[in-house]
């Protein structure tokens, strides 16, 4: 008579994903995220950071600005000679790269890069791969060939690092006194 209710998904007993940060670069923090190392075939490298937009385009030439930023990143991928990432990626941009009253803004650059079959999860094979590509990335494509924006620290952010320091090292004076 009664129907015993089935559950659709049960939360996995192991986590099978993995989550990393790579040391900051040119004030852009890279994140490194693999949702599943036992099925393993994507690698997620966000990047992250603070910009100023430069006010002399109109909303059409950015998006044409990040329209061939996607595309040298691309390339950069695709002649990227490693055997264990496919030349496919995708890349998504997340900001709003407009004019706004403040002076700067939150930048994200996300890329998924596809793994060959015969790749297992390494967390440092990784690293060693992915870190000098996306530091030359980030020189070659954000810094040097870059006209949209300047990659920049946020004063407010700094702020609140110094006070989070100030925080600890009183809390570290009144436990060791």
Not at 42 to 48: K, P
Not at 60 to 65: F, Q, Y
Not at 69 to 93: G, T
């Amino acid at each position: 008579m009664g129907m015993k209710k089935q559950a659709s998904w049960v939360y996995p007993e192991e986590k099978n994903g993995r989550s990393f940060w790579l040391k900051e670069f040119e004030d852009i923090k890279i994140h490194i995220d693999v949702i599943n190392i036992n099925s393993f075939k994507t690698v997620q490298v966000e990047l992250t950071g603070w910009i100023t937009m430069c006010k002399d385009f109109q909303l059409h030439e950015i998006e044409r600005n990040i329209f061939y930023q996607k595309y040298a990143i691309k390339q950069l991928i695709r002649n990227w000679n490693q055997p264990l990432f496919k030349k496919e990626s995708i890349i998504l941009v997340d900001t709003r790269l407009a004019q706004t009253k403040k002076e700067h803004q939150f930048f994200s650059v996300e890329i998924t890069h596809y793994v060959r079959p015969q790749m297992e999860y390494d967390k440092q094979t990784i690293i060693n791969i992915i870190e000098p590509f996306y530091h030359n990335m980030i020189e070659d494509v954000f810094i040097n060939q870059n006209i949209l924006f300047k990659i920049t620290r946020s004063e407010v952010m700094d702020k609140r690092k110094d006070v989070m320091k100030e925080n600890k090292l009183r809390k570290y004076e009144e436990n060791n006194s």
